[in-house]
């Protein structure tokens, strides 16, 4: 696969408005051009979608295995959402658009920090106090499928579920260490490494080892465990954060950030051999794996170029908007998913303009065939009470 050439997919034409009234100024336009562009997707707050369950949601047994899709009542044609007769999957229609509908509510003072999806399920970390719980919900919703899959984890990160478990980084002995826990839950999680200084936003997993960033090594654990010693991959990274295996390759997104973002780039290296490609890319930050390559972005919070990208040898190129500090991104096969720093929930069909989805400060996100996932904090500023909702595509 070819690296050599970056391909935009959201490239926009002016720096970030850092500023609230900037956004704020920025946010009503963008909204207005998604509604004259389709009339499905919502593009209001998160308050149409559903009533929010009660705060304290009780613990429930293991998900169902074959809980699949989200298992919402199928309407009539007659009785679906707007123009083009979508099915909103338990959220309201309202305006002939599709509203976002919770699927959880963390209790009091908990603040959900990722989200993590498989075929029949979502993962997210509650944080309480000192430590966070790891739980796992059905896509249904987790008012009959909450399940605790390991309590008590200080500091988890780097969530990926893979082979029916789900790996992340977690706090120990004031370093960090790999960790894994079956996904239908674990009394303790087992630690797979030795404290090492694991960073960066992603860790990377393949069916034998596991791939994580440290200070400026790419470095490499046997997915049975390292509590010896890893494997050095790559070293003399500029400040990587962002990682991810995509058609074979293992992509190392290094931001440069201690030298204004100049030197960033794109290093790309096979997963069984040496060869190495780089590319450049300043603030290069987050990496998504995807069918057409490795899907990056950039996060310059200070304004100043930045986009979406595939690193590919597939050509695609989506209108521009201006938007560049990207905290999540997620693809579908055909649509880019991605939300901004403080700001809302975006798509980008490739070839199309960015549409508004929803106006809220958004964290985490997925996105499936049918529907796209994410968590939102109520009590802006202040950003407590996370939730995970639902939105029909």
Do not use: W
């Not at 707050?45 to 009660?54: A, K, R, V, W």
């Not at 509650?126 to 790891?134: C, E, W």
């Not at 090492?196 to 596991?210: F, L, N, S, V």
């Amino acid at each position: 696969m070819a690296y050599s050439e970056v391909v935009p997919i959201h490239k926009p034409r002016s720096p970030l408005l850092t500023s609230p009234r900037a956004r704020a100024a920025l946010t009503l336009p963008l909204v207005a051009l998604a509604v004259r562009a389709l009339g499905c997707i919502g593009t209001g707050g998160l308050t149409g979608g559903g009533s929010e369950p009660d705060a304290a949601t009780p613990e429930a047994g293991p998900v169902t295995p074959d809980a699949g899709q989200p298992d919402v009542a199928q309407p009539d044609a007659e009785s679906r959402c707007g123009p083009k007769k979508l099915d909103c999957l338990g959220g309201a229609c309202v305006d002939g658009r599709c509203e976002p509908v919770m699927l959880a509510a963390a209790e009091p003072n908990d603040l959900v920090v990722t989200l993590e999806l498989d075929a029949t399920s979502f993962y997210y970390a509650t944080k309480t106090g000192g430590t966070s719980d790891l739980v796992r919900c059905a896509k249904a919703g987790c008012a009959t499928s909450r399940q605790l899959v390991v309590g008590g984890v200080d500091q988890p990160q780097h969530l990926t579920v893979r082979g029916g478990n789900l790996y992340f980084s977690m706090a120990q002995s004031g370093q960090r260490v790999l960790a894994r826990c079956p996904t239908t839950g674990c009394a303790a999680p087992t630690v797979l490494s030795a404290p090492t200084g694991i960073g960066g936003r992603q860790i990377a997993i393949t069916d034998d080892a596991i791939y994580y960033l440290s200070g400026s090594e790419l470095r490499r654990c046997d997915i049975g465990g390292c509590p010896a010693s890893t494997t050095l991959v790559l070293g003399g990274l500029r400040e990587p954060e962002g990682l991810a295996v995509a058609n074979g390759e293992l992509v190392v997104a290094e931001s440069d950030r201690a030298n204004g973002g100049a030197g960033g780039r794109v290093t790309t290296t096979p997963v069984g051999g040496p060869a190495v490609s780089v590319g450049a890319l300043p603030f290069a930050s987050h990496v998504r794996a995807t069918d057409r390559g490795a899907l990056v972005s950039t996060y310059d919070v200070n304004g100043g170029s930045g986009g979406i990208y595939v690193y590919s040898s597939v050509r695609s190129t989506v209108v521009d908007a201006p938007k560049h500090a990207y905290v999540d991104t997620a693809y579908d096969g055909t649509s880019v998913f991605y939300s901004t720093y403080f700001g809302p929930l975006y798509r980008v069909r490739l070839g199309e303009l960015p549409e508004t989805l929803v106006t809220a400060e958004i964290h985490g996100i997925g996105a499936d065939e049918r529907a796209v996932y994410f968590t939102a904090p109520r009590g802006t500023p202040a950003r407590v009470d996370g939730r995970v909702f639902r939105l029909a595509k």
